[in-house]
Every structure is written in structure tokens, then in C-alpha cells.
């Protein structure tokens, strides 16, 4: 009950399906448990429980940050899991990832005439025998000038194809992993700001090294109103739910910065994809008939 | 069942056409349209084999949660659980028991099993290569202690490894599953 309590006053707004799984202690219990300096009588986040623990001693561990004031103030600490946020980067799959993302939408509309579309070219130009020439049947053949091109491009040809799931998951984890190890991760306890002046986002970006282009995940897709306002004139500081997460926009933007609920969406999302049972299914040729 | 009612479709079908053929009135709906069901629910629209409800098999529906942990055993689960720990498995599996002062880890697969694989690559298959994946940390050292052990258990063979340090995987030309797969497990991994 006094967890529940504590965490609601941690995060006012929305989600509380997953707050369970964050333990938290208040000032009186601080001096045993939390290595994290205090400020005021804020409750902070000291430990998160894991799914999957692992025992390759690789930890991780990143701070909680508030966004309702310029300065940063430290709120806990939460354990990150070490398979999605400490294992080495994969350049190769980030970067077939990225490919992917620029190509699968991609329509070719480059289209020429072949020999059948270009004007004219049904008459037989002269006859077969008797003349000394070459036998020519089309004066639009390609072999002729301004004849049909043979095997050009055909309107409308699809670049759509789909990456294997766990080279798509693996590019997630990859690109969370280089993006802790550059120091451009940062986990929040909620997107609430304190005003919708665009300024203040940008002032805090300066304030905390951030950026300049930062990308902020929430597990809602409706996002606070003032954050909302405040980014939406902002062109280089943009909102996702976690749904839309992905790598091609990790990449585009300096700053990664995660909700505490987002972040357990993530790693709940990924590691139960890393886990299911019918990971053979998943690995199955795509058809778009399937979806 | 169906084919009756299929037929009887057609009929009413044959017998509209018959009266419009006669010149009757085809809005006249006194035709006796009463196989108007669907037929693609067959089973739903078969009659019972029986009225007898005492020609069935008899159930009883049980509301009872521990009676329903014997069916949530049968359900297939989502997720690849952590086998019971039991002091050995039949099987000859055994969980991970990594030594303490190793310089490299060698992952478990999400299904609980070492990461070395056969590859047959090539024309019909004959070539064959080693694979060990999911090695974290100093895979050099990793890859000298396969050398030596495969030097002893096949001392005339020419052991040739290339090791991909960023993928973590170490792969060998030849297959070697079996002596590498017992190494690791004779090491705790």
C-alpha cells in the first residue's frame, strides 16, 4: 500500500500497470538500502526486478531523471537488463535494420517503353530477302534507334521486404546498447513539464548536454499536453509511444529518452520475444497474405 | 443432411424457374422456401444422432481451480520457462554452472542449450564448419583452449578457426560439435 502510494506521487499522469515491479524506499529507509543522494523527501527508485536474470556479471544500471524542472535532479536508479542494454553492438545488423526501414516503403515508378508501347513499329520495314539487309521485322525493336528498351523498369515494382524478427529485434538491442554506452540514453520518471513553452524543452536540452535532436518514448500515445505543445513547434525533438520505437529513429536523434514505463514496456516486449515458444513460427518466410 | 438440402435448394431454384417459364408471378413468394439455412454450418444445422442425451458421453462442467491446473499443464505456454532443478536429467542435460575466474561466457540459447552448431555449406553439403555463438568477452583465450583440446582428441587433424569478435562466434572447418560441446560442458557452461 505505501509503495503504491509512493509510486503514484513518483508518477502522477498515467500507467500504473507495471509500477509493481519497481521497489522504492522514502528518506527513513534511504540510509540502509539506496546509494543515490537525496533530494528533499522525494521518493526515489532503487531497484527494478528482471525477467530472464542473467548470470554473465554484465549490469547495468541508469538513473532516473525529472523533467518538471531545468536542473536535473536524480531520482532513484533502476537496473536495466544487461541483454538488451549491455550487449555489444552489432554495426552490421543496426545498419541492415536502417537499410530495411529506408526501403521496404519505397515504390519504384521509374517505367520506359518497350517495344510494344513506343508508336508505331507494326509494319515489317522491308521485306525479308532480296535487298541485302539485315532482317528486320519492328522498326521499334531494340536493337533500333529510338526502338523499345528490352528489360527496363516496370511500374509499379515494390522495394517491400521483411527482416527476419530477431535481426529486427537484435537491431533494437543493439542500438539501446551503443546508445547507453554513449551516454545518450536517459530514463524519466514521467513527461510532465511544468509549461508548453517550447523554450523550456530547449533550455533543458542545453542544460543537460542533450541533443540537440531528442526523442522522447512514452508507453501512452497520447502524450502530456504540455510536452506535447512544447515539442510540437520544435522540429528536432519528437514524441513516440512504444510501439513506434525503432532504430532507424534512435539513430536520427542524438538523445534517447525513455519513461520509466516505457522502459519496462520495452524490455517486457523484447524479451518475451527473445523467449516465446514458437520463435520457429516467427522465423517463417513472410506473406503479406498473412497479415 | 447437406446434400438434402442442397438439392432441396435447387429444386425450390428449378421450381421458380418452372413457374416463370409458365408465366406465373415469380413475387409470389408461395413457394415453400423452408431450406433457406445456410449450409455452410453443416454441423450447427445436422440433427442429433440422438434425442437420447444418455447416447452421449457425459460431462459435467467443473469450476474448480485445482482441477484446472491439470489443464493449464496441457496448455502450450508462451514463453520458455527454466527446467525444474532436479539433482540430474535424463537426458544428460545439466544447467549452467559458469567458473568464477573465466575470461569469457559462453551463453546459453534461449532453449537452455550450448550455442555449438554444425554448418553444411557448399555443393551438396560436404563442407562442413563449427560454430560457437554467444561468447562474450575474451574470445581469444576461448578459441586457444579449443585448439588444444581438439589437438588432443584429434591430434592428427589440422584445426582451423576464425573468430568474428564482435558477433562473438568462433567458427571451425570441420565438425567438432561433439568435442567442443563436451568441453564446454566439462567446464560448467
Known amino acids: ?22 521497489s522504492t524506499v522514502t528518506d527513513t529507509t534511504a540510509g540502509e538500502v539506496n546509494p543515490v543522494s537525496f533530494y528533499g523527501n522525494e521518493p526515489k527508485v532503487v531497484s527494478r526486478e528482471l525477467e530472464f536474470p542473467t548470470n554473465d556479471g554484465r549490469a547495468r544500471k541508469a538513473w532516473v531523471e525529472n523533467l518538471d524542472s ?44 518497350s517495344r510494344a508501347e513506343v508508336r508505331g513499329g507494326g509494319r515489317k520495314p522491308w521485306q525479308q530477302k532480296g535487298l541485302g539487309k539485315a532482317r528486320h521485322g519492328s522498326i521499334r525493336s531494340p536493337i533500333w534507334y529510338n526502338g523499345g528498351i528490352a528489360h527496363g523498369p516496370r511500374a509499379p515494382t515494390t522495394k517491400f521486404y521483411m527482416l527476419p524478427i530477431h535481426t529486427r529485434l537484435l537491431g533494437l538491442r543493439s542500438t539501446l546498447s551503443a546508445k547507453l554506452a554513449q551516454d545518450d540514453l536517459h530514463i524519466v520518471n514521467s513527461l510532465d513539464i511544468p509549461t508548453n513553452d517550447p523554450g523550456y524543452l530547449e533550455e533543458l536540452a542545453e542544460e543537460r548536454k542533450w541533443g540537440p535532436a531528442v526523442l522522447f518514448v512514452d508507453d501512452t500515445d497520447v502524450a502530456p499536453e504540455n510536452i506535447a505543445i512544447a515539442a510540437d513547434s520544435i522540429n528536432h525533438m519528437n514524441i513516440m509511444p512504444v510501439y513506434g520505437l ?34 520457429a513460427k516467427q522465423n517463417e518466410k513472410f506473406m503479406t497474405s498473412s497479415v | 443432411m447437406a446434400t438434402m438440402k442442397t ?10 424457374c418452372f413457374r ?13 422456401l ?27 462442467v467443473s469450476r474448480n481451480p485445482e482441477e484446472w491446473k491439470y489443464v493449464q499443464d496441457l496448455l502450450p505456454q508462451p514463453i520458455i520457462k527454466d527446467p525444474a532443478p532436479k539433482p540430474e536429467y535424463p537426458s544428460g542435460w545439466r544447467p549452467q554452472n559458469p567458473p568464477a575466474d573465466a575470461p569469457y561466457f559462453v551463453k546459453r540459447t534461449a532453449n537452455h542449450q550450448l550455442p555449438v552448431y554444425m ?18 568477452g575474451d574470445i581469444w583465450t576461448l578459441e586457444e583452449e579449443i585448439r588444444a583440446v581438439l589437438k588432443q582428441v584429434y591430434p592428427r587433424d589440422v584445426v582451423q578457426t576464425q573468430v568474428n569478435e564482435v558477433a ?5 572447418r570441420g565438425d567438432y560439435v561433439s568435442a567442443i560441446t563436451e568441453y564446454l560442458k566439462s567446464k560448467g557452461w
Open chain 2, 7 to 16: 438439392l432441396g435448394l435447387a429444386f425450390s431454384a428449378g421450381a421458380k
Open chain 2, 119 to 136: 554448418v553444411r555449406r557448399g555443393p551438396r553439403g560436404q563442407v562442413l564448419r563449427t560454430k560457437v555463438r554467444y561468447i562474450q
Open chain 1, 1 to 22: 500500500m505505501l509503495r503504491s502510494l509512493v509510486l503514484r506521487a513518483l508518477r502522477p499522469a498515467s500507467c500504473f500497470q507495471n509500477v509493481a515491479r519497481f
Open chain 2, 34 to 60: 423452408v431450406h433457406c439455412v445456410s449450409v455452410r454450418h453443416k454441423y450447427k444445422s445436422s440433427p442429433l444422432v440422438s434425442d437420447d442425451p444418455g447416447a452421449y458421453t457425459g460431462f459435467e
Open chain 2, 20 to 32: 416463370t417459364r409458365l408465366g406465373l408471378d415469380i413475387l409470389n413468394r408461395s413457394i415453400p
Open chain 1, 70 to 113: 531545468v536542473a536535473e535532479k536524480k531520482l532513484g536508479m533502476v537496473d536495466l537488463h544487461p541483454h538488451i542494454f549491455a550487449i555489444t553492438p552489432r554495426l552490421d545488423i543496426i545498419w541492415q535494420n536502417t537499410r530495411w526501414q529506408m526501403n521496404y516503403r519505397k515504390v519504384n515508378l521509374t517505367q520506359v517503353y
Open chain 1, 246 to 279: 525503432n532504430v532507424y529513429s534512435m539513430l536520427k536523434h542524438d538523445t534517447l529518452v525513455l519513461t520509466l514505463a516505457a522502459l519496462e514496456k520495452i524490455e517486457k516486449q523484447i524479451l518475451f520475444h527473445t523467449h516465446r515458444v514458437d520463435r
Open chain 2, 168 to 172: 562473438g562466434v568462433i567458427i571451425l
